[in-house]
């Protein structure tokens, strides 16, 4: 089955160290996405790809990074200047038609405690 | 950039009941979806509906681009319909899909 998948599912992390979260799609997909959801919140957009080997600046892109050195995968590192990383984390894909009609497909989620 | 703003932020419905969520958006968009997420986090699409309406089951949804907001109708709520509804649009000309600050439904049995 396609599907998007993210891993681990649950991190729980020290302050001042780094942490990859990993995002995988089978979806033949172009685009993808990484969300931050807070409790009881919407989702911000940290960063994002329209092809490989090149990424934008999301809306929250401080203290994270990214590569797209594939296709199928886009991991994202919340580094140690993230000053509040405690927070769920979304990742998505989609196709990217001239229309504008990208339509995002979501993985799982990855639950990220900093102790 | 693009403002979206869900009502109402909280609902609860006897089971069996219908209900609106609407969504209403700052700015023309190419591109608007509606998403459930469930208790545990999982992100689901309902609708891509830039303009005008679908239906799916107990579900349908209408947007009027012009007047710039969309609807999302349940009919006959059941409990597995918990969660929290987002609306989610890309304005015109952009490729960044803004998300509101969804509608957290619970439905009674």
């Known amino acids: 089955d396609g599907g998007i998948t993210q891993s681990p599912k649950y991190l729980f992390r020290k302050e001042g160290q780094n942490v990859t979260l990993s995002c995988e799609q089978n979806?033949?997909?172009?685009?993808m996405y990484w969300y931050r959801q807070d409790p009881g919140q919407g989702l911000r957009l940290i960063y994002y790809?329209?092809?490989?080997?090149?990424?934008q600046k999301g809306d929250i892109a401080e203290g994270y990074s990214v590569s797209r050195e594939k296709k199928e995968s886009f991991p994202l590192t919340v580094t140690s200047a993230q000053k509040n990383p405690t927070a769920f984390y979304l990742c998505?894909?989609?196709?990217?038609?001239?229309?504008?009609?990208?339509?995002?497909?979501f993985g799982a989620g990855s639950r990220l405690t900093v102790l | 950039g693009i403002q979206v703003e869900q009502s109402p932020p909280d609902l609860i419905l006897q089971e069996g009941a219908n209900s609106t969520l609407r969504c209403n958006f700052s700015d023309s968009v190419n591109n608007l979806q509606w998403f459930h997420q469930n208790p545990w986090g999982q992100l689901i699409n309902l609708f891509y509906i830039p303009s005008g309406t679908k239906q799916n089951g107990r579900l349908s949804a209408t947007t009027v681009a012009t007047e710039r907001y969309s609807l999302l109708y349940i009919s006959s709520s059941q409990t597995t319909d918990s969660g929290v509804y987002f609306c989610?649009?890309?304005?015109?000309?952009?490729?960044?899909?803004?998300f509101g600050a969804g509608t957290r439904l619970f439905v009674k049995a």
């Open positions: 989610a649009v890309v304005s015109t000309g952009g490729f960044k899909t803004i």
């Open positions: 979806l033949n997909h172009d685009a």
């Open positions: 998505a894909s989609s196709m990217v038609p001239s229309s504008g009609a990208n339509v995002l497909t």
């Open positions: 790809s329209q092809i490989v080997n090149d990424f």
